[in-house]
């Protein structure tokens, strides 16, 4: 779990310098600035501490991202605190309000805590104490993190390193790093730096994949869909692909790629507008200027005279502030008009642009999907048997997630080759193989090797993982001299890493209740059994 505290600066002083009241106002729309960004992002509010507020970030429900959301989460109650001082120095109430806020991520037991007088949801454990110790370090208007925290999501933001600090509690001092802001253009990355190996295990969805940017260039379009469980090289796969797709410069192909978030499926047609980003290349982050300024040189590059049956929607679409003559196209228009007039516009775009270049159209993580633009992209998907366009699918096996509508549709349009490719876990041989890619020691200890090839169970991402903890703990080391890897101690047994821990929650907190007590009974029971042992047990506890 990732524990965030907030804290307004000076408090004590400033509520002596007014009426209760008046300060009791004044907190509590400190507190809506907070609550609102972690309620944005599926936290809770465990604790409203006077003049501070306490969140978790994966209990009572938990995410395999929640140490990026945390950090998400603060950034945007620093941008809405800054307003609300604005706001309260324009009302000369406050001149200087200030907040601070800590985060830390680690094991905490979460539950509800007290008596039958008074009972609250609490998380106890060193990581709360330590999140507390963050936030009363950071400067004011900041954002302080643990390093536990910083390397659950070291690619994704820009961060100042701090140094370490004594903390009170701690016999030794605390790495910690101060929060910039979001690094634009980052995407999670996987894998080890400075490791890598050729991609393994693939060679027939490859090959398939292959095929496909044959057909699209020869003017056949297709839809595919890349079906796996977390970690089973999804994302690996394409960009393999689109580097062999890319490769030939005497037939190129336009390659575009939206992704979907795993907090964004309240977030309207999310997906839509990210690809559209792409195709315009516009990415996330332009400004409007930049924005309103490609989306025009586009459409009137591709469309002339009939841009006004697309710009202004496809403007409209992305939030842009339009021309008066092309936003009264699009003034009047209700809910089901205007959606019809997206779906409408965005198809005619597609059009032009695989006329143009035959184009391969990725979306990642379609499981996260928003509901809007599955809708919208549903009614798209028919384009790829008129032009050469090839529309990928990239998910997890999740029938119930609004994106698998996508998969499905697929498959009854007629005139277009519908596939999809399923990842299965690597083979032992397989995984062995990767082991030895990725750090070259052929003479690595049977009884390790086995002991990584057991927890990982054929995921090349959990392969990944448990290297990098067992390199990050010293059991694996390059040797001073001919920088080797080598082995430096023995090692009797294999955590899961802190890493893979927001992966496995997540899903097992998408259990019903009853599966998921049934799992929970077995874990104890422990890694293998027979059936009518674990049976016998329910049994008994009723």
Same mark, same amino acid.
């Given at each position: ?21 008046? +300060?009791?106002?004044? @907190? ?5 600035c @907070?609550? =609102? ?58 001149? $200087?309000?200030?907040?601070r ?6 094991? @905490?037991?979460? &539950?509800? *805590? ?26 004011a208007?900041?954002?302080l ?9 070291a ?13 009170? &509690? ?19 990355a ?23 940017i ?6 056949? &379009?297709s ?17 393999? +692909? ?5 490769? #030939? ?5 336009? +390659? ?8 964004g ?8 507008t ?8 516009a ?6 200027? =930049? ?19 697309v ?48 184009t ?24 790829a ?18 994106? +698998? ?31 030895? $890619?990725?750090?070259?020691? #052929?003479?690595?200890?049977? $009884? ?26 010293? &059991? ?14 023995? *090692? ?21 209740? #009853? ?19 674990? =049976? ?7």
């Amino acid at each position: 779990m990732t524990a965030l505290f907030t804290d307004i600066v000076g408090s004590t002083a400033l509520a002596e310098q007014m009426d209760p009241e008046d +300060w009791r106002e004044i @907190v509590s729309g400190a507190h809506r600035c @907070v609550s =609102e960004a972690v309620y944005r992002y599926e936290g809770t509010i465990a604790q409203l501490l006077g003049d501070g507020v306490l969140a978790f970030f994966g209990a009572p429900i938990a995410h395999e991202d929640d140490a990026e959301r945390a950090i998400r989460v603060a950034c945007e109650i620093l941008d809405s605190i800054e307003t609300y001082a604005s706001e309260l120095r324009a009302k000369k109430r406050v001149e $200087n309000f200030q907040l601070r806020i800590g985060l830390n991520t680690g094991l @905490v037991v979460v &539950g509800n *805590i007290g008596s039958d007088l008074h009972m609250e949801y609490l998380a106890i454990g060193d990581t709360v104490n330590l999140a507390a110790r963050m936030q009363s370090a950071a400067e004011a208007n900041t954002i302080l993190i643990s390093e536990s925290t910083h390397r659950l999501a070291a690619n994704l933001f820009d961060f100042e390193d701090k140094g370490k600090i004594a903390v009170k &509690g701690k016999a030794e001092p605390i790495q910690v790093y101060r929060v910039i802001g979001e690094r634009k253009g980052a995407v999670r990355a996987r894998g080890i730096a400075g490791l890598t190996s050729p991609m393994v295990g693939r060679s027939r969805e490859f090959a398939t994949l292959l095929q496909i940017i044959a057909d699209v260039r020869a003017g056949r &379009g297709s839809i595919a869909a890349i079906i796996g469980e977390a970690g089973l090289g999804k994302s690996r796969l394409v960009a393999e +692909w689109r580097k062999a797709a890319l490769a #030939d410069a005497e037939r190129p192909i336009r +390659w575009v790629e939206g992704r979907c978030l795993s907090y964004g499926s309240s977030m309207a047609h999310h997906l839509s507008t990210d690809i559209l980003r792409a195709l315009i290349n516009a990415p996330a982050g332009s400004s409007e200027e =930049e924005t309103h300024r490609a989306l025009a040189q586009t459409t009137h590059a591709l469309l002339d005279g009939d841009m006004k049956e697309v710009y202004p929607y496809l403007g409209h679409l992305l939030g842009l502030k339009l021309e008066e003559e092309m936003a009264a196209r699009v003034k009047y228009l209700d809910g089901p008009a205007l959606q019809a007039k997206y779906i409408a516009a965005y198809k005619k775009f597609l059009q032009a642009i695989a006329h143009a270049q035959p184009t391969v159209i990725v979306c990642e993580d379609v499981h996260w999907a928003d509901p809007s633009s599955v809708e919208l992209g549903a009614q798209v998907l028919s384009i790829a048997s008129e032009v050469p366009m090839v529309i990928v699918f990239v998910t997890r096996p999740d029938k119930d997630a609004a994106g +698998w509508k996508l998969i499905a549709q697929s498959h009854e349009i007629t005139g277009v080759g519908a596939l999809e490719l399923h990842l299965a876990p690597l083979s032992d041989s397989d995984s062995k193989q990767l082991v030895n $890619n990725l750090l070259e020691i #052929d003479a690595l200890p049977e $009884n390790l090797r086995k002991m990584i090839l057991a927890k990982a169970e054929g995921n090349p991402f959990f392969v990944e993982e448990v290297l990098r903890m067992l390199i990050d703990r010293g &059991g694996i080391a390059r040797h001073a001299d001919n920088g080797e890897w080598i082995v430096t101690r023995e *090692i009797q047994n294999i955590e899961i890493p802190d890493t893979l821990q927001g992966v496995l929650t997540a899903r097992i907190d998408r259990l019903p209740d #009853d599966a998921k007590r049934v799992l929970q009974i077995a874990a104890v029971i422990g890694r293998k059994f027979q059936v009518k042992v674990l =049976e016998r047990v329910l049994e008994q506890m009723g």
